[in-house]
């Protein structure tokens, strides 16, 4: 009998930290682990905060665009999972002979894309940044480019588990350095530079056709640095999409590196009970 994937009493675990369990994927064992003192070297591309001691960041995942990266991600999963397989087939699993099918009973849930418990600020060490963590059923952003940012680092919650181009809809907050592709080379440029983004970021991850009304566009200061701030709500009407609108916060900051940090919050309306996340992602930005 094979059992379900989830998370069970590590094989290779003897002599080692008690309490340490492994996943095992349905067909054979993975390299992550949890508890023990493990821990914390299975935590995904992010630097986080847990309670005041900063995580160690890990593996960054392939890149992908907000709205539909999670079908790449699984697809990248599954070469991975062959590749695994491959090699355990050609030299054994690890520590010894084949080991036997686990017992029933697994804790199913995933080991990607978790904060662990304690999780207070999420830290952005490209940026030179780090905000507020929003609480249980956020989930880290594993990708580590997109077209708009040399870095990602940040937080989604799925909104619509699928999308028409097969994707899943999310709301999420975003950071990273600002790609090359934009120039600028001070704040005094930013007026001017945060137009070509916000269309980017139109272009890449909504609805086509969309039409945008802006609620603010203005410098500011966060943090002492000086920076660039545009609101706006954008609207379609596009069949298969459960949200007709989202709410959208770029921001450009200044932080003495070389490019601007990029800060991006968007909150799809059929969860607008969430737009306050925005104000609180600005309000609460640090200097690393």
Not at 1 to 27: E, F, H, I
Not at 119 to 143: C, M, N
Request: glycine letters at 12%.
């Amino acid at each position: 009998m094979t059992a379900a994937p989830g998370w069970y009493d590590d094989p290779d675990s003897a002599g080692g930290p008690l309490g340490r369990q492994r996943w095992w994927n349905g067909a054979g064992w993975s390299d992550v682990t949890r508890g023990g003192e493990a821990v914390a070297a299975q935590r995904p591309s992010y630097d986080v905060l847990t309670g005041g001691r900063p995580e160690r960041p890990g593996l960054q995942q392939r890149p992908g665009q907000r709205r539909t990266w999670l079908p790449f991600a699984l697809i990248g999963g599954a070469v991975l999972l062959i590749v695994v397989l491959a090699l355990t087939l050609m030299s054994g699993t690890r520590g010894g002979p084949a080991i036997a099918d686990p017992p029933a009973g697994p804790s199913t849930t995933d080991p990607g894309n978790t904060f662990p418990p304690g999780t207070v600020r999420i830290l952005d060490p490209d940026a030179g940044i780090s905000y507020v963590y929003l609480g249980e059923g956020w989930r880290e952003l594993d990708f580590s480019m997109r077209p708009e940012m040399l870095s990602v680092h940040g937080q989604y919650i799925i909104t619509q588990e699928t999308v028409p181009d097969g994707g899943q809809f999310i709301a999420e907050c975003s950071s990273g350095l600002l790609a090359a592709q934009f120039g600028g080379s001070g704040a005094e440029d930013y007026a001017g530079l945060i137009e070509p983004v916000s269309q980017s970021f139109r272009s890449n991850y909504y609805p086509a056709p969309n039409e945008a009304d802006v609620l603010s566009s203005e410098a500011i200061t966060v943090a002492g640095r000086s920076g660039y701030l545009l609101k706006f709500d954008l609207t379609w009407d596009v069949s298969g999409y459960d949200s007709t609108g989202e709410r959208v916060s770029l921001l450009l900051l200044d932080t003495g590196k070389e490019r601007p940090a990029v800060v991006y919050v968007s909150v799809p309306n059929t969860h607008a009970e969430l737009y306050g996340v925005i104000d609180q992602i600005i309000a609460s930005i640090e200097l690393l």
